[in-house]
C-alpha cells in the first residue's frame, strides 16, 4: 500500500458532518423531553443577507438569522421536513451509502414525509447546509451532474468495498467520472504541477488526445458547463492539498466568464457554504483580447449576452482590473468565440501555440 | 248596423269560458292546479279543527284522451272538519258559493278552486265526481253529482247515507279529468315537497299513476294558532265592499255602522271620522247615495287616525315550525329562521317569515334555490316576477361572506289577509314597497347570522386543521430526533401536543 503523502481532509470531514448531524438530533431531542417546541436557529439566505467578502474572495452570508419553530404552524411542516432529513442524511452517511436529490424526494415516502415537489425537498437540504455549514455532498447527497478528471493523480478510494484501492486518473482514456466515490477518495501521489479544467467535452478529449497531461504535467478536469459543487470542491482540494494552481479554459462569452468566476469566488447560492471556490484559481481564456488577438472566428453578441455582460460588471466579484477590461472588450468587439474556434488553424494549434502562452500570461 | 246580443251568464258558465284564470291553462297546469286545490282546501279543513292534517293523494292512470293528454281520476282523502250533509251538493257543484268570504288569512281566496277543478273534469271527461263525507256525526254521505253549467246548480245523480260505525271524520273527493301527469310531474312533487315544508305538521302521501308512493311525513305536532276572522281595515276598503256591507247591515246609523263593520274602529274614531269627513251621525248608511259612497270611500283612505290594523289575525308559520319544516325538507347543515313584526299595506296587515339553509343537502347550483310561500303555500310558478326573488338578486350578499356558489336555499313567506298577488293565476308576490322592505330586513337578518355560522366554521376549521398539522409532525420530529440522537426512548411530547389544544380552545 502506498504511503500517503497528502494531508488528507475526507476522514476528518466525515467524522464533523456526523457529529454536526448528531449534535443537531440532540438539540432537538432535548427541547422536546423539556416540553418545549423545537427550533432552530440558521443564517438567513434571503438575497438582502448575501454579502461578498473581499477577505475569503466570495459570497457569505451576513450576520441576519432566521429561526425555524415546530411552534409556528407554517414552520412545523418544513421543520420536520428538516429533521427527517438530518435523519436520512445521518443513515446515509454512517452507513457510506450515497443518494441523489432525486432519491431523496422519493425515500422521504417511505418514512411517511412527503415533499411537494422535488423543489421543496432540494430547499430542505440546503437548509441542513446552512444549519451545518457543510455541503450536502458531505452527507452524501450528490446531485445529478457529473463530471470528469484525467490526470496523473493515484487516489485512495473509501467507500465501502473498496476502502484501501487505489486508482491512478490516467486509466481509463474516457477520464473518470468525479462521483461520490471519487468525491470522498483521498490524494495518495502524483507527478501533475498544474490543474487545467475545461469548459467542453470535446476539448478535454483533445487534450487528452495530445497527452496535455504529459506535455503540461498537468490534471485535467472537465466541468461540463457550470461546474458542479462535487467538482468545485474538487478542484478545490487539489489546490489546497496537493497545492497546485488552477487554470480555467472556458468559452469566449459572458457564461464562460461566469462559470471560471463561480469555480474562482463561488456562487450566491452557495454564500452560506464555504471550500466550494478556489480563489486562486486563473480564468486563462478564452478572452474578449484572445478573440482580437488570434483573429478567431466569431459569433456576434445577442441582447441576453450584452445584458448579462452589464450584469456582470456591476458584479462585486469582477471589479478586478483583468475582468473589468475583459467585460469592456467584449461590449466593444460585440463578438464571441468558443474554444472549439482554435480549429481554424488546425486541430492541434490550441495545444501546440495559444495553451503554453496562455499558461505563461496567467501564472 | 251591427247587431249585438246581451246574455247574462252563469258564475260556473263564466269560468268554463275562462278557465284559464284559475289556472287550468293547459293539460299540465290542469293537473297541477287540481291536485293543488283540492289538497289546500284540505289543509285548511283540518287546520280549522286545530288537527295535524293527513292528506292522501292518489292519481290513477284511466285512459288515453288525445296525444298529449291522457284521463285521470283524482282522489283526495283528509280528516278536515267535513262538510254537514245539506250543503255537500252547493259546496261541490255551486261555483263561487263557500266560506271564503269573509276576511281572513286563507289559502284559497277566491272559493272557487276546488269547484274549478271538479268543473274541469267534468268539461274534460263528462263524468260525475264522487264526494264522501263526514263531520264525525253518526252517518257518512256520499253524493254523485255533476255541475249544471248554465245554471250554476249541482246535479245529484246518486245520495246513499250509511253508518259511521268507525267514526271516520273528513272529506273524500274523487273525479276523473284530463291532464297531463307526466309533464305536470316535477312541479306536482315539488309542491309537495315545498307544502310539507311550511307545513311540518301534516302528513302528505301520493301515490302517482305509476303506483309509486311519496310520503311526507310530518315532525312535530305543533301548529300554529288557527287564523281568526277580522273585519275589513278602513284604509283596505273599496266601493263594492262598503255596498255590500250596506246591504247587510242592521244598524242605522253612521256612527254605529263604522264602529260594527270596520277593524280598528271604536266609538271616538267613530267619532272622530265623521267629523272629519263632515258626515251626520245619526245618517242611515241605506240612505247613501252613490255619489255618497265613493265619497265616503275616498275620506276613508284619508283620515290619518285610524290605527293600523291588528295582525292577531294572522297565521304565520312561526319561527320554530318554519325551521323544523326546513330541516326536514332540506336537511341543511345550517338553518336560520326570522319572522318579521307585522306591517301594514293599503289596510291589510302581513307578515313576513324567512329562511335560510346553507349545506347539507342542499345542490350547489351556481344561484341560490328559492322557495315562496303565501299563507302556507308554496309558489312555484314565475319566479323570477315575484318580489323576493327581486330582493335576494339585488342584495349584496359578498357583505354575508356569501357568494352564489353556495349550497344555498332562501325561504320567504308572506301571510296576509290579501296576499298583493300580481295576477289572478296567483303565482308571485308584486313589488309593494312596504313588502319588499320586510323581505329585505328579514332576508339581512338571517344572512348576517349564516355569516356568523360560516365565519364561526371557517375558525373551527382552521383550528382543526392546526390541531392535525400539530399532531401529525410533532410524533415525527419526536421520532427522527430521537434516532439522530441515537436514543433508545422518544420525548414526551403529550404535553406539547395538550398546550396546542388549550391554545385552540
Known sequence: MPRRRYKSSIIERRKEVLTGLENLGVRIYEQLDRGYFPSIEMPSRSTENIYYDPQVRQFILGDKRVRRSARNIRHIRPFTQLVWTAFFSHELASQRKTSTLRDVYYSAQAYEMSFKDQQESNNIITDLETVLGSSREDFNIFPEERSAVFGDLTIEYTVPGYEGRTLNLTSHPDGVMIGPALTSSEFVK???????????????????????????????????????????????????????????????????????????????????????????????????????????????????????????QRDPRYKDPLWQREIKMFLKIRRKAEQEAFSRYGLTYIVDKYLPAKLEETK | ????????????????????????????????????????????????????????????????????????????????????????????????????????????TFGLGGKMAILYGQITTHQPACIISSTGSSKVYMYKLMIDIQRNRPLILDRKVRINKEQWRGTIVEFCLEGDYFRAMPKILEYFKQTAMVNPYANLTFVDPKGRLYKFTSVTKEMPDPPKETLPHPYGVDVELLQRLIQVTPYKNMLEFLRYHFHRVGEITARKFLEFSSISLSKNPKRLSHGEIVRLMRMLKRFREFLPPDAGCL???????????????????????????????????????????????????????????????????????????????????????????????????????????????????????????????????????????????????????????????????????????????????????????????
Open chain 1, 190 to 312: 502524483t507527478t501533475a504541477d498544474k490543474v487545467i479544467a475545461i469548459e467542453k467535452g470535446g476539448l478535454f478529449t483533445r487534450f487528452i488526445e495530445e497527452n496535455v497531461h504529459k506535455k503540461f504535467s498537468a490534471i485535467l478536469v472537465l466541468t461540463a458547463g457550470q461546474a458542479p459543487r462535487a467538482t468545485r470542491h474538487f478542484v478545490r482540494r487539489l489546490n489546497r492539498e496537493l497545492n497546485l494552481p488552477v487554470y480555467i479554459f472556458t468559452d469566449g462569452d459572458p457564461w464562460g466568464m461566469h462559470i471560471a468566476m463561480v469555480m474562482i469566488s463561488g456562487s450566491a447560492n452557495a454564500a452560506h457554504l464555504r471550500e466550494l471556490a478556489t480563489p486562486d484559481a486563473k480564468w486563462s481564456g478564452v478572452w474578449a483580447t484572445d478573440i482580437v488577438n488570434y483573429k478567431l472566428p466569431t459569433d456576434p453578441l445577442d441582447e441576453v449576452d450584452v445584458k448579462r455582460l452589464y450584469e456582470l
Open chain 2, 1 to 108: 248596423m251591427v247587431q249585438t246580443t246581451f246574455e247574462e251568464i252563469s258564475a260556473a258558465d263564466f269560468f268554463y269560458r275562462n278557465r284559464d284564470i284559475a289556472g287550468f291553462t293547459n293539460p299540465s297546469r290542469a293537473i297541477f292546479a287540481a291536485v293543488r286545490e283540492l289538497v289546500e282546501n284540505s289543509l285548511d279543513a283540518a287546520e280549522s279543527l286545530k288537527m295535524p292534517p293527513n292528506i292522501y293523494v292518489r292519481l290513477s292512470f284511466e285512459g288515453e284522451a288525445g296525444k298529449e293528454s291522457q284521463i285521470y281520476r283524482l282522489r283526495v282523502e283528509d280528516n278536515g272538519i267535513g262538510v254537514p250533509p245539506r250543503h255537500i251538493p252547493s259546496a261541490f257543484g255551486q261555483v263561487l258559493f263557500g266560506s271564503k268570504y269573509k276576511l281572513k288569512q286563507q289559502r284559497g
Open chain 2, 315 to 505: 297565521s304565520p308559520v312561526g319561527e320554530e315550525l318554519l325551521r323544523v319544516g326546513i330541516l326536514k325538507e332540506l336537511k341543511p347543515e345550517f338553518v336560520a329562521v326570522h319572522q318579521r313584526k307585522p306591517s301594514t299595506y293599503a289596510g291589510h296587515p302581513f307578515i313576513i317569515e324567512v329562511g335560510i339553509a346553507y349545506g347539507g343537502e342542499i345542490p350547489k347550483k351556481g344561484s341560490f334555490l328559492i322557495y315562496r310561500f303565501a299563507n302556507r303555500i308554496p309558489l312555484l310558478y314565475d319566479e323570477a316576477s315575484d318580489v323576493s326573488v327581486k330582493v335576494i338578486n339585488s342584495m349584496n350578499w359578498r357583505r354575508y361572506k356569501v357568494t352564489p356558489d353556495m349550497p344555498i336555499a332562501v325561504s320567504v313567506h308572506i301571510c296576509s289577509t290579501k296576499v298583493p298577488y300580481k295576477t289572478v293565476g296567483k303565482e308571485f308576490i308584486a313589488d309593494r314597497p312596504e313588502v319588499k322592505r320586510e323581505v329585505a330586513n328579514g332576508l339581512r337578518e338571517v344572512a348576517r347570522r349564516l355569516q356568523r355560522f360560516l365565519t364561526r366554521r371557517e375558525h373551527v376549521d382552521r383550528e382543526r386543521k392546526r390541531l392535525g398539522i400539530f399532531s401529525k409532525y410533532l410524533p415525527k420530529i419526536a421520532r427522527f430526533s430521537a434516532q439522530l440522537a441515537g436514543k433508545e426512548k422518544q420525548p414526551d411530547i403529550k404535553k406539547l401536543l395538550r398546550s396546542v389544544k388549550k391554545f385552540a380552545a
